[in-house]
């Protein structure tokens, strides 16, 4: 099977998602291209990966590139298409011009997937008005659909889109690149369970992290800290200074020390006030650490209460506090349940690159026999 990849936009997050499909279906033993633009991070793609980088984006997702350049794009990515001649073609994140490349697939007989990740847009966020028109867009011009929720799933067939045509996994890619990833799995690094929770990615209103910092005062133990890890800044309704038993290291943090991170802190925290889904769960999970998140989004559908982490209110650092204070004072229970994360880990990151096979052996079928021949239209 030929499967092709379309990433429109320079996003790294987005690539790093894009290539742990990519990769998988490559592992598998299928012929895989990636379509996207010049700049892309490349060591997060395996060789066995065939990139095409036919042109040029800056902007991410719905941020202004300007109408010539998503034309461009578009463009570039049907002619690399049409020299593939994929089987299936997976859209996999959000762009203005996706819509356009999936009415131009359809044209050309090629079947179109596209992950949508946030059926709602995020709080604080300038386009959301705009993200429910592209959704619509996307759902009428895409013949299949991938999302990373029941909860997402419910929605959608609720809203009246076919269940035939939507598939759903969770999401299980961790944040290395293919080379750090492999030497994980194949040398296992040593955890330890320390005092301290993990918060690590982009600062953002919606994650929390105000809650947070509040948390990390109302708990008792002035041996237990947490960590706040990431580039951008704290959301203005966080109060200043910080408490003592907090260390925020606002940055981007490297792979060599987010691995650090994940094999000594005790527990991950989520502490969103609003969220779709984040594979920092599936992340702490492959390191053996249970995790702390809010019952918003698709976020309590990764967590088995009791047995892999804890599931608290958004919005309330009482709860996250007395969850802090319970996970990281005893680190035997952390290590059980890390140990149940991991199992997790495994046996639902088998049972997605099983149900992705299944969705594109199912749409490659569908093929029309003529289709992405060189010159189609557009």
Not at 243 to 260: G, Q, T
Request: aromatic content about 8%.
């Amino acid at each position: 099977m030929r499967l092709a990849y379309v990433l429109l936009s320079p996003t790294w997050g987005m690539h790093q998602y894009t290539a742990d499909l990519a990769n998988r279906m490559a592992g598998a033993g299928h012929e895989v291209h990636l379509v996207s633009t010049l700049g892309l991070p490349e060591d997060r793609y395996s060789p066995a990966v065939c990139i095409h980088r036919p042109f040029e984006t800056r902007d991410r997702g719905f941020s202004p590139g300007g109408l010539a350049a998503t034309q461009a794009a578009v463009r570039g990515a049907l002619l690399a298409l049409r020299e593939i001649r994929p089987d299936a073609a997976h859209i996999t994140g959000a762009h203005l011009g996706n819509p356009l490349l999936l009415r131009a697939l359809r044209r050309d007989g090629v079947p179109g997937i596209h992950t949508l990740h946030d059926l709602h847009p995020h709080a604080g966020s300038s386009y959301g008005r705009l993200l429910y028109a592209w959704n619509r867009w996307v759902r009428r011009e895409a013949d299949h659909l991938l999302v990373h929720g029941e909860c997402w799933s419910r929605e959608l067939i609720a809203a009246g889109y076919p269940a035939s045509r939507l598939t759903r996994t969770p999401l299980t890619h961790l944040f290395v690149s293919h080379r750090a990833q492999a030497a994980l799995e194949e040398r296992p690094p040593s955890v330890s369970y320390g005092s301290f929770a993990l918060f690590i990615g982009r600062m953002e209103g919606y994650k929390g992290l105000d809650v947070l910092a509040d948390a990390a005062t109302l708990v008792p133990d002035p041996n237990i800290t947490v960590t706040i890890a990431g580039p951008g800044r704290l959301d203005g309704r966080v109060r200043l200074p910080l408490s003592p038993n907090v260390d925020l290291r606002s940055r981007l943090i490297d792979d060599d020390e987010a691995v650090d991170l994940f094999t000594r802190c005790g527990v991950v925290v989520l502490p969103y006030v609003e969220a779709s889904q984040s594979a920092l769960v599936a992340a702490a999970y492959f390191f053996r650490k249970p995790v702390i998140v809010t019952r918003v989004g698709a976020l309590p559908e990764y967590v088995v209460e009791g047995q892999t982490g804890w599931v608290v209110p958004p919005g309330s650092a009482a709860a996250l506090a007395a969850a802090l204070a319970e996970a990281l004072s005893d680190p035997a229970r952390l290590e059980r349940m890390g140990q149940a994360g991991r199992e997790w880990y495994e046996r639902e990151q088998t049972a997605e690159t099983e149900t992705l096979l299944r969705m594109y052996e199912t749409l490659a079928a569908q093929k029309e026999p003529s289709a992405a021949l060189p010159g189609g239209s557009e």
